[in-house]
């Protein structure tokens, strides 16, 4: 079994439109969590942790399920610069981070 | 702030040949990651150094793999001898700190091709 799964899509949504992603993870002992933005043939880039609380950061919202093992990406109003693949990452109490394999993101004008 | 840099960004060579990856994190970073991308796959985990010293080197596949980071600054992988199934991507990442959720910023990473 992965440490962390994601529907790996694609998502091809309408600009403005508001779409979801969900990860799952294994380890129910993991510290920390992220997600990262990967752009085509660039290198991933923070987007946000994700806290126990759950957080916005603009249209983006991360929420954290500890019971469920499960993480989320609600983004509002997407934007056609939000076209990406958004990568699950989950730090274990050994500091190694698990990605998952991302969600393929196309927002359609 | 200059971010991670790799180098270079691109390498072909040859099965059996020797490549050597550099990677410079970001000043005053103690943590430094290996990781790689296999096509279709997701990024693995290969090694975590904390200054000099491996920390977690769990990932690396084999002994034909080898990192070093020699004075805790910048770091190498040389893969040697290359093998077929070694392509892909490969990405380093630093962070300050050491646990507390610190988030690691990647370089642009260095697409190996090995024929």
């Known amino acids: 079994r992965k440490e962390v799964e994601q529907d790996p899509g694609p998502f091809n949504v309408p600009e403005g439109a508001t779409v979801a992603f969900n990860c799952t993870y294994s380890n129910s002992a993991s510290q920390s969590f992220f997600w990262y933005r990967q752009d085509c043939r660039k290198e991933p880039k923070l987007l946000m942790s994700v806290y126990s609380s759950g957080n916005e950061d603009g249209r983006f919202t991360a929420q954290l399920n500890r019971a469920s093992q499960y993480i989320s990406l609600l983004i509002r109003d997407s934007k056609l610069s939000d076209s990406a693949t958004y990568l699950c990452v989950v730090r274990d109490t050994g500091n190694q981070f698990y990605f998952g394999t991302g969600t393929s993101l196309t927002v359609i004008p | 702030e200059a971010g991670v840099t790799q180098f270079p960004s691109h390498s072909v060579i040859e099965k059996g040949q020797t490549v050597t990856l550099r990677c410079d994190p970001i000043s005053g970073h103690d943590n430094l990651y290996w990781y790689r991308r296999v096509m279709g796959k997701e990024i693995k985990f290969l090694l975590h150094?904390?200054?000099?010293?491996?920390?977690?080197e769990s990932g690396m596949p084999n002994n034909r793999f080898l990192a070093e980071r020699t004075g805790g600054t910048y770091s190498t992988l040389k893969v040697q001898p290359a093998e077929l199934e070694d392509s892909g991507v490969y990405f380093c990442?630093?962070?300050?700190?050491f646990g507390g959720g610190q988030p690691q910023h990647f370089g642009d990473g260095t697409r190996l091709s090995i024929l």
């Open positions: 150094f904390v200054k000099e010293s491996k920390q977690d």
């Open positions: 990442a630093s962070s300050q700190g």
